[in-house]
């Protein structure tokens, strides 16, 4: 029988993914995100980790625990795009890394039509700082650190008061982001970037959870609990003027 009088052979409809495609979809979101979705019912909050060192433009060594900037910017904008998000948590516990990654993320969630707000449990150190300031509203944990210092740089330095005026305006950024997007003032940020003797081998100072919001620079010290409830009260409150004219009465 040729292939014209063969019968028609039905095809194969793809049946639902199996077990085994569900789990390697989870595995690979934590491999490539370090994210996966909890298995409950879909929520109207994105929660967004910045874990360990922000990783820019080099590639850091497997060992160390990263957060990849290019993997966090596509995640802002699928949040800011979604309209079943209405509202995004961002939780820190990093060292610091990459200073314009860091500031790109930072610029991002500022940028954001949608309330944020951050939360750091363990330590928003270095450039996790700006990161920490960027949202609507910031919380700490009370036994979470941050340290403030200059910028540094490794590696080979060829002409050193061009090297030295680029770290300046480096520095300036930073400054000027923090200081307007927090309470701190400038002189103060100054003062806690350049304080000597606390840290044995630079100069910067480490707050702790309630001298951070003492300084200015986080609004108040919390947990998930405060974060989420003041994340929902910023949606609640944003509802009426997103619906358009809600009755005021």
Known sequence: MSDKEKPDQPSEQPGPPSEEARKSSTTEAIVQLGQTTVPTAESNIFCLTI???IEGHLILPP?????K???VIPQLIA??????????????NTVGGDVEAGLAIAEMISSLTKPTVTLVLGGGHSIGVPIAVSADVSYI????TMTIHPIRMNGLVIGVPQTFD??????????????????????TFKELMFKTGELTRDIG?????QDAVK????DSVGGVGEALRELNRLIRDRRPAAGGGADAR
């Not at 944990?141 to 979470?144: C, Q, R, S, V």
């Not at 680029?166 to 923090?178: A, G, I, P, S």
């Not at 300084?215 to 986080?218: C, E, V």
Request: hydrophobic share 35%.
């Open 51 to 53: 874990i360990g060192q």
């Open 63 to 67: 060992q160390n625990k990263t957060t």
């Open 69 to 71: 900037y290019e993997h």
């Open 79 to 92: 949040a800011e795009q979604n309209a079943k998000i209405e509202g995004l948590l961002i939780v820190l």
């Open 141 to 144: 944990a009370e036994t979470a």
């Open 166 to 187: 680029y770290l300046e305006k480096m520095q300036e950024r930073v400054t000027r982001f923090v200081t307007g997007h927090s309470k701190v003032s400038e002189q």
């Open 205 to 209: 100072t480490t707050v702790i959870g």
């Open 215 to 218: 300084h200015g620079l986080i």
